[in-house]
């Protein structure tokens, strides 16, 4: 018979814990004897063993006599596969449990409809997530936000214009992860941590483009049919590869080149330092994207198909529609021309025609990279939404 | 002959609804016909069980005593045919506020001792009872203050054992009467702060609840009701909450050799004997 002394410690004040203990050391039907100077004890052990099944004896001392009765919770619990690689598929019955750790046996099948690692998968997701968390920043100190500047007042107007565009691009691709992000198994951690950065990078951007727009004005610029049913589209898109292809890597990819434009042609620092922090944040959800796209199609040689049907199906879709909206375009040339001189506009309209070359080339590479080859890549990167995203 | 098992249990918490919708699942997975009628008390609950309501009653031990008694007047037989583990060899303490100068049961002698609802076995019935064998008549040697919550529902419900505890913390009084297992649980969550309390007495072990059911139930069925019963493995995931809702690890064949310290006081309180008289009475 084992023994076991509590000193003055009762069950009430965790003693429990040293009973449980000395249990496991003993075999079922084995007894332990519990000593102790709690007046209670006695009464609180009997109490104890019996809510958990195991035996008791009085005493003094009292005596508690294993049962099999509470190990029996473990018996069929199965381990969530294995913590360092994620399996090919994750199981319902693991539900919400860390990957790698033992589930009881019973729990309701949790469904996630993104549960095959084909579907979501990169080797770099580990690494990329890493890179995300440790790029966040604050909006409040990472921007001087009382840089002095005076601009004429056409050009703040197209500032505010370009911004609410920007705003509501940038609401789509938040939107967007968010609605992956709870359809993926939780065993694929770091996919659904890289998605929830990405949410958050864009709420962050949500909020400085916001606040640039309101600076000097009370309100934000126009919102077009146009712009909005091209990101519907977007919205609209059920497949996580074909959503990831058309956000991520055509979409945000030619957002970098628009935002980049802007860091370098922005009238006021202000919008410049906004713009390259977004830049370096959408730099990421690119790679991500490609990552784990290049990942699936190594997998599923039909997926490059699916992807240009995709691309031509979007454009069948916004092809009645106007576009990038005048107002934007407009504002852009402006912008980047910084006033209402003939020279300056000419300079503005060229470097706004150079942006959308320079779009194209990055549409054009990203989609080499995804295996198409140059002439389906020239092909599909014309058919791309003149909204840009 | 009715082939389904139509158990009656008290509502004394939702989570009785959750229970018994769960055994009648898994009863009829395992092809048993079962279905449930919920009461607001058990007086109700065993009057139902004598006019067929229900062919089976999930009964505290004062309502298995009132099905016994009551049987023995109309000329029938109630039997325990099944109940927890956690039902056997409970205990109940009287306890009083540590440094209080009330060490032994003698000490109690003029005090004032706070007790859960009148019809509770574990804090009322069963250590007023206990202390009664001992010389001490409750309302003669000591005063007792009752806490009626949910009466009729036989201290199910834990509020009346907590506003006992809290009575004798805040001093209104000088001892409190509880099951043991609430001594552990309202030492751990702070309602008797560690140290706060001594155990004045200790009664002798008892039994709680049973499965009851009358002469005249198909013998078939039942046999088949309790051998699914007993045939519940705490390791079968489909049945492990179930039992946990219920707060067992496995049920037991039925024994009444436990009921012997709440006989003995409702006995000698004449706790149910008015009772007994009007529903014997029913034409």
Request: proline share 5%; with cysteine.
């Amino acid at each position: 018979m084992k023994t076991l002394d509590l000193g003055g410690l009762g069950l009430d004040r965790g003693g429990h814990l040293l009973v449980r203990r000395a249990l496991a050391e003993v075999d079922v039907g084995g007894r332990v004897q519990v000593e102790g100077a709690d007046p209670a004890l006695g009464v609180h052990l009997r109490a104890w063993a019996r809510g958990r099944g195991h035996g008791f004896e009085p005493g003094p001392p009292p005596i508690v006599i294993r049962t099999s009765l509470e190990d029996q919770r473990w018996s069929g619990a199965v381990a969530a596969g294995d913590a360092a690689r994620p399996s090919e598929r994750a199981s319902a019955s693991w539900g919400l449990a860390a990957r790698g750790a033992r589930v009881e046996a019973g729990l309701a099948p949790l469904e996630f409809p993104l549960a095959t690692r084909d579907q979501i998968w990169t080797d770099d997701a580990a690494r990329l997530y890493a890179r995300a968390a440790a790029a966040q920043w604050d909006p409040e100190t990472a921007i001087d936000w009382g840089a002095p500047f005076e601009l004429p007042d056409a050009v703040e107007t197209a500032v505010v214009q370009v911004m609410t565009y920007l705003i509501e691009n940038e609401v789509a691709a938040l939107i967007v992860p968010a609605r992956f992000l709870a359809r993926i198994h939780p065993h694929f951690r770091e996919i659904l941590q890289i998605l929830a950065v990405q949410a958050a990078d864009e709420a962050r951007h949500i909020e400085v483009f916001t606040r640039r727009a309101l600076l000097k004005r009370p309100a934000p610029g126009l919102s077009t049919v146009g712009g909005q049913t091209s990101l519907r589209t977007l919205l609209e898109e059920p497949d996580f590869a074909l959503a990831s292809f058309l956000l991520s890597v055509l979409g945000e990819g030619s957002f970098l080149s628009l935002l980049w434009f802007l860091a370098e042609h922005g009238p006021d620092p202000i919008t410049r330092q906004i713009t390259t922090l977004a830049a370096q944040d959408e730099a990421r959800h690119v790679a991500f994207g490609l990552s784990h796209l290049q990942h699936h199609a190594e997998r599923e040689p039909g997926l490059r198909a699916r992807m240009a049907n995709a691309v031509e199906q979007r454009f069948a879709a916004l092809q009645h529609t106007a576009g990038l909206n005048e107002e934007v375009f407009d504002a852009l040339v402006l912008l980047a021309a910084g006033s209402w001189e003939p020279g300056a506009i000419a300079r503005g309209f060229d470097a706004v025609v150079a942006l959308r070359q320079d779009m194209d080339r990055g549409r054009r590479t990203r989609l080499a990279r995804l295996g198409f080859d140059a002439e389906e890549a020239e092909r599909l990167s014309s058919l791309h939404t003149r909204n840009f995203m | 002959m009715t082939t389904q098992i139509v158990l009656g249990a008290v509502a004394y918490d939702p989570k009785v609804v959750t229970i018994w919708e769960g055994f009648k699942a898994w009863f009829a997975d395992q092809g048993l016909d079962f279905d449930y009628v919920l009461f607001s008390n058990y007086e109700r609950q065993v009057q139902a069980h004598f006019d067929g309501v229900c062919n089976v009653a999930w009964n505290s031990p004062l309502a298995w005593l009132e099905a016994e008694r009551l049987g023995a007047r109309l000329g029938r037989r109630a039997r325990a045919v099944v109940m927890r583990d956690s039902d056997c060899d409970l205990t109940s303490v009287v306890v009083a506020r540590a440094g209080a100068g009330i060490a032994k049961l003698e000490d109690l002698r003029g005090k004032t001792i706070a007790v859960g609802a009148s019809d509770s076995p574990q804090a009322t019935l069963i250590p007023l009872g206990w202390l009664a064998s001992h010389g001490l008549e409750p309302g003669r040697d000591f005063e007792v203050v009752k806490h009626e919550i949910a009466v009729g529902m036989h201290g199910d419900h834990v509020g009346g054992e907590r506003h006992a505890a809290r009575d004798l913390i805040e001093a209104r009084v000088d001892a409190a009467a509880m099951i043991d297992a609430n001594h552990l649980a309202f030492s751990a969550d702070g309602t008797l702060p560690a140290g706060s309390t001594v155990i004045v007495g200790q009664t002798p072990t008892y039994d709680h609840c049973n499965f009851t059911v009358l002469d005249g139930i198909d013998a078939a069925l039942l046999e088949r009701f309790v051998s699914l019963l007993l045939g519940q493995s705490f390791e079968d995931p489909r049945v492990r909450p179930l039992l946990e809702l219920e707060g067992l690890k496995r049920w037991l064949p039925g024994r009444t050799s436990g009921y012997a310290l709440l006989d003995d006081a409702i006995t000698r309180f004449g706790t149910i004997d008015s009772w007994l008289d009007t529903v014997s009475r029913r034409p």
